[in-house]
């Protein structure tokens, strides 16, 4: 009885902390005074599959969606729903002007806090709240076209913790993601259902980022495939989730991604924002950290950019894929340049060194065409028959709009066919001139990473 008190009391200070917060927000500053109308565009979905805690689904489809589009999970705080944090972000607008879908859950009962702190909810698979939401994104994908090779995830506050928790649990579903005011994942653990813990809440909970790295890759038991990339944002004078846990969620996701705890690149984006980057071998920001000085538990701030970073740091803009832009292709691997061998159609295309010429030079389009100009022709990289198999062709063809001449270059530096969701292979890992170059399933290789420019 007393444990349930306590628990209470400390649900009830976060309640009112959190409205002061709000209420202050909202007067001083204006940022959430006015969201977005128009909730009615949502979409409420009564059954999506299996789903042990009972929560809500809203999605949002933009009238300019795109063909198979991306999947971005957007998880709300502790006193939220879905449809308030479609109102009061930036998500669903960007959503409008991006083509992508956006999945607005809301916990159950309404307006309490994501469950990151059960056994359950912290195993891959164990139950709880992940579950359900892992049932919205395959709804998702099964009944609006969702592409399942470009899922996301952001949240603010708890909806932060359960980002970092389903990054954890789901590594093979998520390509990226973004948490907003968060904990690392299983910090907020007390082994019960929506439990509060109030020394990771403080910022007293800091471990190696090994110890870290540990816990998260525990989630998921013998998993050794790709990670998803991680942003993380959080204020200096936060006083609900202390600040000091973006320092522990970098720590984390640095040593489960593989990089250096030592930042690759740090800048000054905007004022008052400072921006650290960690880099992996090859140049891609595999984990992002904004520190918005004397900001509190507000974030992200409707109208200020940080949801357009967030979208752009998982690619969802076309921004970080390169879109509209010119120039070589080139194999990461190799360290050499896809090239197209004949001015014929249906010559399988292969790699060679890095010249310049026009046959080695590709335009990515507003149509996520990948195109070259040979010989006074241009045509688009083609799988070949419409293929969606390992080893497929990869080829030059006439233009003509089809998903399989449409390519997503992806944050991760990996090229992936939108009909077929396989990655551009350098066949059997080869270097040489000549080599050529095919699908397959996405493996985390060098000889699949790519870099357009």
Known sequence: MSRSRSFLSRSLLLRLLGTVAALLLAAGLGLQAAPRAAAASLIRIG???????????QLYVPANVRANPPILLALHGCQGTGPYLYSSTDFGALADQYGFLVVYPSTNPSGSCWDVSSDQALTRGGGSDPVGLMSMITYTEQHYGGNANAVYVTGE????????????????????????????????????????????????????????????????????????????????????????????????????????????????????WTRTRYDNGVGTTQVEAYSIAGAGHELPVQGAGMAANAIHFMGLDGGSSGGGSTGPLRAVGAGKCLTDPSTAAGAQQQIAGCTGAADRTWTRTASHQLTVTV???????????????????VIGWPCNGQPNQQWNVNPDGTVTGVQSGLCLDVAGLGTADGTPVQLWSCSGGSNQQWKLG
């Open 157 to 272: 506050s708890s909806g932060g913790m359960m980002t970092n928790v389903l990054l954890a649990d789901y590594p093979d579903v998520f390509k990226a993601g973004a948490a907003f005011m968060g904990v690392p994942q299983h910090c907020f653990r007390t082994g019960s259902v929506r439990g509060w813990n109030g020394p990771c809440a403080q910022g007293q909970v800091s471990m190696t980022p090994q110890q870290w790295g540990n816990l998260a890759r525990g989630a998921y038991p013998g998993y050794t495939g790709p990670r998803p990339r991680v942003q993380l944002w959080h204020g200096t004078a936060d006083t609900i989730l202390s600040y000091r846990n973006l320092g522990e969620e970098i720590k984390q996701w640095t040593d489960v991604l593989g990089v250096s705890q030592t930042p690759s690149a740090t800048d000054t984006p905007a004022a008052n």
């Open 375 to 393: 010989g006074g022709s241009t045509l688009c990289l083609d799988a070949s028959a419409k293929g969606t198999a390992n080893g497929t062709k």
């Open 47 to 57: 059954s999506f599959g299996t789903n042990p805690t009972g929560l809500q689904m």
